[in-house]
């Protein structure tokens, strides 16, 4: 049987974005603006997009498309048989597992708020209905739903689940947003959110340049989708003919449009209505944003449309980004295994259904999970890629991102091979050691 391959290059385009956009922009990144200065944090973390995270994003690429297999295959491969460097894509196939397994719960949570928008049963009081469903047999059933949908769309297959799926999602998530925003930041009372948002506070960044830095540099790698292998698996069916580095600049402005965009919806809406950012019923934590949210829309004219067009959106995000973690361990088991991914699709839903309900249930876990282990995985996991590209694929990883592209962007070859030898390692590195010590400490 032939590899599959995407269909058109838009495709491709779209499939790689709907990856990227997800909660780590309309959720994860307000959570982590919020528990680290704001506004200050959000330029590191655009610093670190740009220096980090296009180079990171083209290292997967090139990995993907030389080697047209999941990220274990493609680095055992390409390192001619190590079995070493088949573990560190193997690392990475196991980081997608993790990652979908409190990925979807908070799937679930979103897809009860999409629902209930329609029947309005939270109208009467936000904090009462929405206050108990995070964790516990609520949360572990909607997960179960949420994980369904994704199966449905991965067992398509390439082109005929992801692609036709994104190929509708991502415009339809782009035209939602950028209605919201203008509804948004045009609410009386917009502006304290607008400047809690955007105002530059350089006082907080020098007081905490180190855990900005950290916070930061985890969130790029979540929010671009990098340090699993989802860029690596999502190149892999790419052919020779694409200009890697003009996908991948596309794939981060979009992504970083759509999340400032989600930024300019919520913190408005949030400072407009509850006049802070985390909600009244929860005192804090991931799920209180969500509470927030609704709470908002039950304080403004036509909030129950508001409400499903802005849930919506998110179902959309959170999905287009699920199905790009579970396709990396099918695709590890169909590459590697010979499996029907329709078989592989199942097992791994079954193990996901486990998993996860497992952070469903307990808060710890899922804390724990959420915002540390996940980071230091993606970390680790891109420094391993990097280092491979570098070091092992080398001059050859030059040759995969010139091909395609114009004189230009391979005029840019040699500078990018230097930055993800030298440098971009050492950085997550030291982003790897300055985050565990904050677990430690
Ligand atoms: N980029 C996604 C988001 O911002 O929500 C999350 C994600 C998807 C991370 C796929 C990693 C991944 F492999
Ligand atoms: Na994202």
Redesign the pocket.
């Known amino acids: 049987m032939t590899r599959e391959s995407w269909r058109t290059r838009l495709g491709f385009i779209l499939a790689a974005v709907g ?11 307000p959570w982590m603006t919020a528990e680290n200065g704001g506004s200050a944090f959000l330029v590191v973390y655009l610093g670190i997009i740009l220096l980090v995270g296009v180079p990171g994003l083209l290292a997967e690429f090139v990995i993907g498309r030389r080697s047209q297999r999941n990220p274990a295959g493609a680095l055992f491969r390409l390192s001619s048989g190590s079995k070493s460097w088949g573990a560190v894509g193997l690392f990475g196939v196991v ?2 597992i993790v ?1 979908l397994s409190f ?1 979807s719960v908070v799937g679930g949570w979103i897809l009860r708020y999409f629902l209930a928008s329609f029947t309005g049963a939270y109208f009467g009081s936000p904090g009462d209905y929405f206050g108990v469903i995070d964790f516990g047999a609520q949360a572990a059933g909607f997960h179960v739903a949420f994980l369904a949908l994704t199966a449905l769309v991965v067992v398509g297959g390439v082109r005929d689940g992801i692609e036709k799926a994104t190929k509708v999602m991502m415009p339809a998530i782009v035209v939602l947003l950028v209605a919201l925003a203008a509804w948004a930041v045009t609410r009386s009372g917009a502006d304290a959110g607008l400047s809690f948002y955007l105002d530059f506070d350089a006082a907080y960044l020098r007081a905490n340049f180190f855990d900005v830095l950290g916070a930061a540099a985890g969130q790029a ?11 690596i698996t999502y190149a892999s069916y790419l052919g020779d003919d694409h200009n890697l580095a003009f996908d991948g600049s596309v794939i981060a402005v979009l ?1 970083t449009g759509i ?1 400032v965009l989600a930024g300019l919806v919520v913190f408005p809406l949030l400072f407009a209505t509850v006049g802070e950012l985390t909600g009244p019923a929860a005192g804090g934590g991931p799920g209180a944003l969500f509470v927030s949210l609704a709470g908002a829309f039950t304080q403004v004219p036509f909030g129950q449309v508001l409400a499903i067009a802005f849930f919506g959106v998110i179902v959309l ?2 999905l287009s ?2 199905i ?2 579970l396709e ?1 361990p099918v695709a590890y088991l169909v590459d590697e295994y010979g499996m029907e991914r329709r078989t592989a699709t199942g097992a791994l839903a079954g193990l996901v259904l486990v998993t996860g309900s497992a952070n469903a249930l307990t808060p710890a876990l899922f804390d724990f999970v959420a915002s540390t282990l ?1 980071d230091l995985m ?1 970390t680790a996991g891109l420094a391993g890629f990097l280092v491979f590209v570098g070091w092992v694929l080398g001059k050859d990883a030059v040759a995969e991102f010139s091909s395609g592209a114009g004189p230009r962007v391979r005029s840019l070859g040699p500078a990018w091979l230097w930055s993800i030898r030298t440098i971009l390692p050492l950085f997550l590195l030291g982003t790897l050691v300055v985050n565990l010590l904050a677990v430690a400490g």
């Open positions: 990856s990227a956009v997800g909660l780590g922009n309309v959720w994860r990144f980081t997608a990652l990925y790698l979540f929010t671009l989708s990098l340090g699993v292998g989802t860029m992504n999340g995000a959170a980004s699920s790009s973690m990396i996940v993606l």
